[in-house]
């Protein structure tokens, strides 16, 4: 068992289209954000957090939380209230993203 927030499947058929892929343009930065993202080693990189630790609540993985900050900050926010927007604006987006393929 994973000591990380379990991902949902992102095929998962939702009410509103059949699944959450059908909502995301495939010209929308999220998609070129995910790619680069995965693509990167963050272990060698001196992420920590890529070994969850035994107690507590589970973490969302490192790789999740980088892709968060990246959207965001292509949305241009800068102060918590903007971040909350941003995050009303995107929430298909920041869906995806932290949803496994």
């Given at each position: 068992?994973?000591?990380?927030v379990?991902e ?12 959450l892929?059908d909502?995301?343009?495939e ?5 070129v954000i995910?790619v680069f993202?995965?693509?990167?080693d963050?272990a060698e990189m001196?992420?920590e ?7 507590g609540?589970?973490?969302?993985h ?5 892709k968060l ?9 800068l102060?918590?209230?903007s ?7 995107l929430?298909?987006?920041l869906a995806?993203?932290i949803?496994?393929p």
């Amino acid at each position: 068992m994973s000591r990380f927030v379990e991902e949902a499947d992102r095929g998962q058929w939702t009410l509103l289209p059949e699944c959450l892929d059908d909502f995301i343009d495939e010209s929308n930065p999220v998609c070129v954000i995910e790619v680069f993202v995965d693509a990167l080693d963050l272990a060698e990189m001196s992420f920590e957090g890529g070994e969850p630790a035994a107690t507590g609540r589970p973490s969302y993985h490192p790789s999740v939380l980088l892709k968060l900050y990246i959207l965001i900050d292509d949305a241009g926010t800068l102060t918590d209230q903007s971040i909350a927007d941003a995050v009303q604006h995107l929430k298909v987006e920041l869906a995806r993203c932290i949803r496994k393929p």
